[in-house]
């Protein structure tokens, strides 16, 4: 019984990160544009809205 909890708290430590972190399409695709038109509509496709700057470029969605 001890080692089959230890096996799981393993299991759970181990894996954790992918579900917490998740995995999505998004992050396959580009994610600087070049113009905030450019970023606006990605945000729109990705289920956000906006786009804010990050140096001279623009990321989709209204947060950092």
């Known amino acids: 019984m001890k080692n ?3 096996f799981i708290a ?5 894996f954790a990160p ?3 972190l998740g995995c999505s399409e998004h992050h396959a695709k580009k ?6 038109e450019q970023a606006e509509k ?3 496709k990705s289920g956000c809205e906006g786009a804010h700057k990050m ?5 989709p969605c209204n947060r950092n």
Not at 10 to 14: A, D, N, W
Not at 31 to 36: N, W
Not at 55 to 59: A, L, R, S, V, Y
């Open 4 to 6: 089959f909890i230890s």
């Open 10 to 14: 393993f299991v759970l430590l181990f």
């Open 18 to 20: 992918n579900f917490v």
């Open 31 to 36: 994610e600087l544009y070049d113009t905030k």
């Open 42 to 44: 990605e945000a729109i």
């Open 55 to 59: 140096g001279n470029q623009w990321i």
